[in-house]
């Protein structure tokens, strides 16, 4: 499976972005798919992320501001970020979880904001 990530850039403040994520190859059966992040210094942390059955969870930091959506027949998963803060500055990287525990994860897109 590859991951093909993009929309990253520079954004100020209060701007929006959208981070897409193509999935490809041997795609059979998804229990997740979503986005991470990794800030300077710090570890990677979950943004979002959809399950099977349905169900996202969502950062508490981005809860409100951060929508993830999906479109089935593309195999793409896609983060719409608003009202982006100077500490949502991070590499994203996309996930996918197959069955059987199988972990994919894309190259990572970097989102810088500016105050």
């Known amino acids: 499976v590859q991951l093909q990530a993009s929309g990253g850039g520079v954004i100020q403040a209060g701007g929006s972005l959208r981070l897409s994520c193509a999935a490809s190859?041997?795609?059979?059966?998804?229990?997740?798919m979503g986005w991470y992040r990794q800030a300077p210094g710090k570890q990677r942390e979950l943004v979002a992320l959809w399950r099977s059955g349905g169900s996202v969870n969502y950062a508490d930091s981005v809860k409100g501001r951060f929508i993830i959506s999906r479109d089935n027949a593309k195999n793409t998963v896609y983060l719409q970020m608003n009202s982006l803060k100077p500490e949502d500055t991070a590499v994203y990287y996309c996930y996918v979880n197959q069955a059987l525990g199988s972990v994919y994860w894309g190259q990572g897109t970097l989102v810088t904001v500016s105050s």
């Open positions: 190859g041997r795609i059979f059966s998804l229990n997740a």
